[in-house]
């Protein structure tokens, strides 16, 4: 008796603490305590939730039905971290990289090299959040992204000219990179991949953890491997920066080279410079529709120390951002910045103030190459 009068008092109270999700299109720039006269609307990035470059958050994993902001780019985080073959972390990528793209703001983004500001343009540019992934089971948390892809990039997007929004991971070990390319190939076929990257990660699952389960294969070193068999990829991918150890003398690279792929190491830069690294990677990928990944390792350890799988001798920071800038042009139809693992950064956060600034060169490129068709 008691306890039925006990919740039918508390019954309003439960309605009013329904939870709902935040507003679709993001901060409203209200001045919140205007009624006790204080403004303190100053425009602060310091401020509210912490998302990409302070961009209006839109609710795209809503359930069918619900509304949602219409976009034409999108920022989706990929915490996941259980594929890794070194330290684990990255899980934590996308969180990571929102913090370190705080300072970022599309009110004050006019770039000093190419005079644009890739926020004011044509492209509504939002960020999704992160896709709920399980971190118990691989395969499963595969699926979810996939979904994930599918539902964000299935959505109208705000442009009426260029119908399919494009999507911007931040990973997330470098085995999301395979949800990614399904669902660029679901939308516009086959991609050739520019792989920024110290390792190769196209090895053959039987060598690199098939050996102990063929769940254990699908991992942050073999899904270049698997997205070739999945006939995801082009046989016109490159590489550029590599510079980490093969496992097999010769069958390693024999098997990168089956994949699709051709290589730029890492010293190649000093012996062709910024500019020859440029033109080889566009000529490579001439033509085709282009997904670019950027594994965080391919900078030195110095200018990017977080990350699962580190390795020395690699590019600097402003190398590889006057690369990508240098790919404008190319039809870029998804692209991610992955293997951030924000808990070995250092207190200056020298990884994230890079990978943050990395997708807005990404952001570039896509606003500066809008795709027409798709598939
Ligand atoms: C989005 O769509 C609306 C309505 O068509 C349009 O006014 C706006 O310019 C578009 N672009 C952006 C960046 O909001
Ligand atoms: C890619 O494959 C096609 C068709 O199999 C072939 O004609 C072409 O030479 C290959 N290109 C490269 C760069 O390997
Ligand atoms: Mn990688």
Not at 25 to 30: I, K, M, W
Not at 57 to 72: I, M, R, S
Not at 286 to 294: A, D, H
Request: glycine content about 10%; aromatic content about 8%; hydrophobic content about 40%.
């Amino acid at each position: 008796m008691f306890s039925y009068h006990l919740l039918s008092a508390l019954l309003p109270l439960i309605d009013a603490r329904e939870i709902t999700f935040p507003p679709a299109s993001g901060y409203s720039q209200q001045p919140f305590l205007a009624h006790v006269g204080i403004d303190i609307s100053t425009g602060s990035a310091f401020a509210g939730l912490t998302t990409y470059a302070n961009l209006p958050y839109v609710h795209c994993l809503a359930a069918e039905g619900e509304h949602v902001e219409k976009y034409d780019i999108a920022i989706l985080g990929a915490p996941f971290d259980t594929g890794v073959t070194a330290r684990p972390g990255a899980r934590f990528g996308p969180g990571g990289i929102r913090g370190g793209s705080r300072r970022i703001n599309s009110a004050a983004a006019w770039s000093v090299y190419t005079g644009e500001n890739v926020f004011l343009s044509w492209a509504k540019i939002v960020d999704c959040g992160d896709a709920p992934l399980t971190f118990l089971d691989n395969t499963v948390a595969l699926r979810q992204l996939d979904a994930a892809h599918q539902l964000i990039s299935g959505r109208p997007a705000n442009s009426s000219e260029y119908p399919t929004p494009r999507i911007i991971t931040l990973g997330g070990d470098h085995t999301t990179t395979l949800s990614a390319l399904r669902s660029t190939h679901q939308a516009w076929g086959q991609v050739s991949v520019i792989h920024f990257d110290s390792h190769i990660d196209t090895w053959d699952p039987k060598v690199l953890g098939g050996g102990v389960s063929h769940y254990a294969g699908v991992n942050h070193g073999t899904f270049l491997h698997i997205a070739h068999e999945e006939g995801l990829i082009r046989n016109t991918s490159i590489h550029a920066g590599i510079r980490a150890p093969v496992m097999r003398r010769k069958g390693d690279v024999r098997n990168d080279v089956r994949c699709g792929f051709e290589i730029i190491t890492a010293r190649d830069l000093d012996r062709v410079g910024v500019t020859g690294v440029i033109e080889q990677l566009k000529e490579r990928v001439s033509g085709s529709k282009v997904y670019i990944s950027v594994d965080i390792d391919v900078l030195d350890p110095a200018f990017a120390p977080a990350t699962g799988t580190a390795e020395v001798g690699g590019w600097s920071t402003r190398e590889l951002l006057s690369i990508l800038d240098g790919l404008r042009g190319l039809q870029i139809v998804g692209a991610d910045v992955v293997e951030v693992a924000p808990v070995y950064d250092n207190v200056g956060e020298t990884t994230v103030l890079a990978a943050a600034e990395i997708v807005q060169s990404l952001l570039g490129l896509m606003v500066h190459g809008p795709v027409i068709t798709a598939a």
